[in-house]
């Protein structure tokens, strides 16, 4: 079975500031692991995505995480936030047929002018 | 690209009617749909996990005969949400993993509102 942990249910940056979002994850197998972000009344917009191969995974809107097995752990960076990145993050896990995906608490950035 | 659409994407009804809302791909066939439920600040809570033809897996906790969740082609998937009362009001996420390639995809979400 698969978990995801999100630390910190909100997270505040000034504009232009460094982003960093915390996800870390539990799997009984080797897991494919997700960012997705949610504007208000929207669905999931996937940002990025690891399943296998290089650990640094880079996606849409600048934004890149890293897959640390040691760790158990996926978090999500932006160098640069801007204000359109302001919305609520989701870190997912799944088996590698993208079964029995689970969710993080999610993750509400907010950025100040 | 690939898209999965909901519909309707808001519904408000009164309590102790039937809503069904459909989850389509548009085009591709999804071998697998599944349901989410999401509260207000809160994260998706997976519901089933449904099959082309055959009958869904719920997660425990889920109501099979509150929740009927019918997959009856590789491209829709319905969710009825039985008797609805006002506890039922939530915002329903579906997605379909793409038979041929193994992606999943999100739909865009129905927001359910019981009066």
């Known amino acids: 079975a698969q978990s995801v942990t999100q630390l910190g249910s909100h997270v505040s940056v000034s504009e232009g500031a460094l982003v960093l979002l915390r996800c870390n994850y539990s799997?009984?197998?080797?897991?494919?692991l997700f960012w997705y972000v949610q504007y208000p009344n929207q669905g999931l917009q996937l940002l990025l995505k690891?399943?296998?191969?290089?650990?640094l995974v880079k996606g849409i809107n600048g934004f890149e995480a890293e897959f640390k097995k040691s760790e158990t752990s996926f978090h999500l960076t932006k160098p640069s936030a801007h204000m359109s990145d302001a919305a609520e993050y989701f870190c997912?896990?799944?088996?590698?047929?993208?079964?029995?995906?689970?969710f993080g608490a999610g993750t509400r950035l907010t950025v100040k002018p | 690209g690939a898209v999965v659409s909901q519909h309707p994407s808001w519904v408000i009804c009164k309590s102790g009617t039937s809503v069904k809302i459909e989850c389509r791909s548009l085009?591709?066939?999804?071998?697998?749909m599944f349901w989410y439920r999401q509260f207000p600040k809160q994260s998706l809570m997976l519901m089933a996990t449904?099959?082309?033809?055959?009958?869904?897996?719920?997660e425990q906790g889920v109501e099979k005969d509150k929740f009927l969740i019918n997959h009856a082609s590789l491209t829709l998937s319905t969710l009825t949400v039985t008797s609805a009362h006002p506890e039922d009001s939530s915002f329903y996420i579906c997605?379909?993993?793409?038979?041929?390639?193994?992606?999943?995809?999100f739909g865009e979400g129905s927001r359910l509102t019981v009066l």
């Open positions: 997605s379909a993993i793409r038979g041929d390639t193994g992606e999943l995809f």
């Open positions: 799997s009984s197998v080797p897991p494919y």
């Open positions: 690891y399943t296998t191969g290089a650990t």
């Open positions: 997912a896990v799944s088996d590698h047929n993208n079964n029995d995906m689970r």
């Open positions: 085009d591709f066939q999804a071998t697998t």
């Open positions: 449904s099959n082309e033809g055959s009958k869904a897996t719920y």
